[in-house]
């Protein structure tokens, strides 16, 4: 069950009205890595989560924060979206706001919202599902949280270099500490997981199943070998398992593919030429 509170999290009022910059600000509301991303990705790792239920707590804990944070949004894009900071109106410019959408304004915060946010990102494209990442795994899902945060941190960021509107830095320093707290709640919960199983995900899967003989090989795939000179190339590996090895020329393990010819009622071979019956294959018993 959620309750709606009536006040936001935080100030969500800009100083005066910018529909330019409220299109950029869609980016982190429906945007890959915005709030309605990690809104969706926390819940439904913590609906679906299985394991102790302090992380199932934690999970729900912080997916509903995001549920304020993308009304805060909604509320800055609206107001933003009020005006035209137009310099100088002509006579001609009867509308303000049809001046700002030739300008750069995203014209479907006037045709379709109504001067409304919309689940979209900063150039319209729709927010989709499949930005999310709810595997059952809490360390292969916490992972992913923190690079949601990441990038998320990122783009406010440099968003907060694009205004000078003391209201919208005000409610973007929230959001970037929140970020931070973020970053660093993920980062101890992998921490915490990793001691107890493993850094190697998934840790239940027997290893002696895998080619051990290239677990820890770097592998040089491209010209220069720099990248010799990486952690990653030497010494122990994280998961204290093995050594890393470098491996300056690798050689193929494979054989060379050979794929047997297709059949003829598909039409892939040069100068194929089946015997169709009415029923559409050389057999006569059809495809279907």
Not at 32 to 61: H, I, P, T
Not at 64 to 76: D, P, Q, R, S
Not at 191 to 216: C, D, N, T, Y
Not at 243 to 249: G, I, Q, W
Request: hydrophobic letters at 40%.
């Amino acid at each position: 069950m959620f309750i709606h509170m009536k006040e936001l999290q935080y100030h969500a009022r800009p100083e005066k009205p910018d529909p330019i910059f409220a299109k950029k600000l869609q980016e982190v509301l429906g945007g890959q890595y915005g709030e309605m991303s990690v809104m969706m990705q926390y819940l439904f790792q913590g609906w679906n989560c299985r394991a102790d239920q302090k992380y199932r707590d934690m999970l729900l804990d912080i997916g509903t924060e995001e549920i304020g944070h993308v009304e805060m949004l909604t509320t800055m894009i609206a107001q933003l979206l009020d005006g035209a900071p137009v310099d100088q109106l002509e006579k001609a410019a009867k509308d303000p706001l049809i001046e700002a959408a030739l300008g750069g304004m995203n014209p479907q915060h006037l045709i379709v919202s109504g001067l409304g946010a919309t689940p979209t990102d900063s150039v319209g494209f729709p927010w989709n599902s499949r930005y999310i990442v709810a595997s059952g795994n809490l360390l292969a899902d916490f992972r992913a949280n923190l690079n949601a945060e990441s990038q998320g941190r990122l783009q406010v960021a440099r968003l907060y270099e694009m205004t000078t509107d003391p209201g919208v830095r005000k409610m973007m320093s929230f959001m970037l500490a929140r970020d931070t707290m973020h970053q660093n709640q993920w980062m101890a919960a992998i921490a915490e997981l990793e001691a107890m199983e493993g850094k190697i995900v998934p840790a239940s899967f027997p290893r002696e199943l895998e080619l051990q003989e290239v677990s820890h090989q770097y592998m040089n795939f491209s010209e220069g070998e720099e990248s010799a000179e990486g952690p990653w190339a030497s010494g122990p590996a994280p998961d204290n398992e093995g050594s890393f090895e470098y491996v300056a020329k690798p050689q193929a393990m494979g054989e060379k593919p050979m794929l047997k010819p297709a059949p003829d009622f598909m039409f892939s071979r040069p100068g194929a030429l089946p015997n169709l019956t009415n029923e559409g294959t050389t057999s006569g018993k059809g495809l279907f």
